[in-house]
């Protein structure tokens, strides 16, 4: 029971890391940039400064 807890726990860790790894920056047209942010920033390499 407490190995099943644990990899829906990881399982979920990762979905959220997924998540997360989108670039936070807006578009002109005010929709999410698509790209995936690079590791250790909120933003993907053309919105970074
Ligand atoms: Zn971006």
Redesign the pocket.
Known sequence: MKKITLTIMAALALVFTVAAAQ?A?TTKKGKQ?S?Q?EPGSA??W??KK
């Open positions: 670039c920056a940039c790209r942010a933003y993907c053309q919105h």
